[in-house]
């Protein structure tokens, strides 16, 4: 949780740096925002100037929450899948949810939706008006310092009246299934990458 607090928080202020600042705007968070309908491939479709701000931040976690290197790379992994999922253009609510909204379900149950808390919707709203709905897990921010979208509350009441009409057992199955799979071939390219990573650098100082 305290994990999420602090990458919550570094996003939405480098986010908004990116929206504010017309340079970045015009040169570096223009690439993310060529996807005006998301998909799971926007998530990561970014400058390689905007990686470095916004994953800056894991540099941080080492001196302001120091865990086991482990721990961590669980937790990144897991946050990749979100930030997958909260690119799918539908929205996925009550799946892949961040650990806040894990607890949100466990108290509520899966119908009601947090307006603490971010969703699929949430982030759509963003790419369609960018000046809003900037903050990542929290709504807190965006509530704060006026840039929340005021649609977003009757929107996701639609969204979850349409989910429930269609939504049955073989809906949920399938959108589990590819959900896994998003799991599987994550881990798989992270893995990949550690692996190449590490022999690299074994090679360099060999």
């Known amino acids: 949780l305290?994990?999420?607090?602090?990458?919550?928080?570094?996003?939405?202020?480098?986010?908004?740096?990116?929206h504010k600042n017309r340079w970045l705007l015009s040169n570096v968070h223009y690439l993310h925002?060529?996807?005006?309908?998301?998909?799971?491939?926007?998530?990561?479709?970014?400058h390689v100037i905007e990686a470095l701000i916004v994953f800056f931040d894991e540099l941080l976690v080492c001196f302001v929450l120091p865990m086991h290197v482990n721990t961590h790379r669980l937790y990144h992994l897991y946050t990749t899948l979100i930030h997958i999922g909260g690119h799918a253009s539908?929205?996925?609510?009550?799946?892949?949810?961040?650990?806040?909204?894990?607890?949100?379900i466990g108290c509520k149950g899966i119908g009601q939706v947090s307006g603490q808390l971010n969703t699929v919707l949430y982030h759509n709203l963003h790419?369609?008006?960018?000046?809003?709905?900037?903050?990542?897990?929290?709504?807190?921010?965006?509530?704060l310092l006026r840039?929340?979208?005021?649609?977003?509350?009757?929107?996701?009441c639609r969204v979850k009246r349409e989910q429930e009409k269609r939504a049955d057992t073989k809906y949920y199955a399938v959108m589990l299934l590819?959900?896994?799979?998003?799991?599987?071939?994550?881990?798989?390219?992270?893995?990949?990458?550690?692996?190449?990573?590490?022999?690299?650098?074994?090679?360099?100082?060999?």
């Open 2 to 18: 305290a994990l999420d607090a602090l990458h919550d928080t570094w996003f939405y202020f480098t986010h908004l740096l990116m």
């Open 178 to 206: 590819l959900l896994s799979s998003t799991l599987v071939s994550s881990f798989l390219c992270y893995t990949t990458a550690y692996n190449v990573a590490s022999l690299g650098v074994k090679l360099l100082w060999a």
């Open 147 to 156: 840039t929340f979208c005021n649609e977003y509350p009757s929107e996701i």
């Open 33 to 46: 925002h060529q996807s005006t309908v998301p998909t799971p491939f926007s998530g990561y479709s970014l």
């Open 90 to 104: 539908i929205e996925l609510h009550p799946l892949i949810p961040s650990l806040e909204q894990l607890l949100w």
């Open 127 to 143: 790419h369609k008006n960018p000046s809003k709905n900037l903050s990542l897990y929290f709504t807190h921010w965006d509530k």
